[in-house]
Nanobody, 115 residues
């Protein structure tokens, strides 16, 4: 398996939107879940959202309604649509791909929300 690659981060004003993408490669058929985590300065890494192979999703309670995770199986890509961004959403966002015996992490991508 190859490390997943994130894209789509950057600088956005509060209230704006961004869409993150993460492309997986390797043993695609054995993926159990694809997800997004984030880590703000001085804080622990936390789950943002995840989507399982069957399509079920789960979100951090505080992000429900603003963030949406989706998956394009044909492109082996998971997306995170982030709307109504707040200053506190500023963090490094990490893609996570779960295989039966291994979890791969992307290198992370910066999302900065400005006032």
């Amino acid at each position: 398996q190859v490390q997943p690659v994130e894209s789509g981060g950057g600088l956005v004003q509060a209230g704006g939107s961004l869409r993150l993408s993460c492309a997986a490669s390797g043993a695609i058929s054995s993926i159990n879940f694809m997800g997004w985590y984030r880590q703000a300065p001085g804080k622990k890494r936390e789950l943002v959202a995840a989507i399982r192979s069957g399509g079920s999703t789960n979100y951090a309670d505080s992000l429900k309604g603003r963030f949406t995770i989706s998956r394009d199986n044909a492109k082996n890509t998971v997306y995170l649509q982030m709307n109504s961004l707040k200053l506190e959403d500023t963090a490094v966002y990490y893609c996570s791909i779960g295989y039966p015996a291994l979890i791969l992490w992307g290198q992370g991508i910066q999302v900065t929300v400005s006032s």
